[in-house]
């Protein structure tokens, strides 16, 4: 008779976000205090962590009692979860371990052995590579997770055909929006979230990664090479960081244009989406003149990205693919 598999904790690795205004302070904290984040010894990184999540927390709470009071990227987590168990059912059970804020990997960690776990699967929600993403959770997982226990790790996903598909099918839906009228004018620029120049430097693969998505999405969606651009958002200043930003190329050519932006390096709504794009793009592209500004949602728990996670978890573990059901 063939033996059972182990119980397997699949750990779905996010950054996080605030549940609350109450929880601004302690995410930023959380966040500053990662060293992949600040690259300076613990005796400095700590206490300036914390200075740098007092002074910016009234302006990120600002910004966050604008989408709702909270990020929903925990909430809509918590769905990918459930519709992961479900695809792989026993004996599997998925588990939230967010980087920054609640629930932790420590906590998800202390749930999963409770449940009995016998092994467990790190999955990034994040599909490109970045040491202060991606590195920085899968080294928290390893830290976490018992080294008696086997540990398989998921690095990256940039050009998985099923992700694709969802990434694919979430741009379409926007461009099935624009206007008959403002088509010949459209313009998809996909954006995605910057990384300081000194990473990439570094030999940090995530641009190479996006790029690889990007041009992949942009070829299954059948846009010309003049119908797209890729930008990236949310850069802190002074350092430099990857370009062009995002907000300032809306600014430089939507005039006239029907706008469609494409969070290409997202799968959940959170700040980045709601805030940076929703609010901030969208003014950019309304105050030069745009003549329609539609936004493509993420992948969520579409179904195709749901098949990519589940193929992705098996693969891990040297599983062959599960049959269609």
Not at 99 to 109: E, F, I, L, M, N
Not at 244 to 253: F, G, I, N, Q, S
Not at 264 to 282: K, M, N, P, Q
Not at 295 to 308: C, D, S, W
Request: proline share 8%; net charge positive; glycine share 4%.
């Amino acid at each position: 008779m063939k033996q059972p598999h182990r119980r397997t904790a699949v750990f779905l690795m996010n950054l996080g976000g605030p549940r609350s205004l109450a929880e601004v302070r302690p995410f930023l904290f959380d966040l500053f205090a990662d060293k992949q984040i600040l690259q300076v010894p613990a005796l400095i990184r700590i206490p300036l962590a914390a200075l740098i999540a007092a002074l910016r927390a009234p302006s990120s709470r600002s910004k966050y009692a604008l989408i709702g009071n909270r990020s929903p990227l925990v909430q809509e987590t918590e769905a990918q979860a459930r519709a992961l168990d479900t695809k792989l059912g026993e004996p599997f059970k998925c588990f939230l371990a967010m980087r920054c804020g609640q629930p932790d990997t420590k906590h998800a960690v202390a749930e999963a052995l409770a449940w009995g776990a016998e092994q467990a699967v790190g999955l990034p929600l994040y599909p490109q590579f970045a040491r202060a993403t991606t590195m920085s959770s899968l080294e928290e997982l390893r830290d976490r997770w018992p080294a008696s226990l086997p540990l398989r790790e998921i690095r990256s996903y940039p050009t998985d055909p099923l992700f694709l598909d969802a990434a694919a099918a979430c741009l379409d839906e926007a461009l099935a929006q624009v206007r008959p009228e403002t088509r010949p004018q459209r313009l998809v620029i996909f954006s995605a979230h910057g990384l300081p120049m000194r990473d990439v430097r570094a030999g940090d693969p995530y641009e190479s990664e996006v790029k690889a998505t990007v041009e992949a999405v942009a070829r299954r969606c059948q846009l010309g090479a003049d119908e797209w651009r890729l930008t990236y958002q949310s850069r802190v200043r002074p350092r430099e960081w990857l370009g062009p930003d995002t907000v300032e190329t809306v600014r430089k050519l939507a005039k006239g244009r029907a706008l469609v932006l494409v969070p290409i390096a997202f799968v959940s709504e959170h700040l980045e989406t709601l805030y940076d794009l929703d609010i901030l793009a969208r003014q950019a592209a309304e105050q030069v003149g745009a003549s329609q500004v539609v936004r493509a949602r993420t992948p969520g728990t579409r179904p195709e990205f749901m098949l990519a996670l589940e193929r992705l978890v098996h693969e891990a573990l040297g599983e062959p693919e599960p049959a269609p059901r």
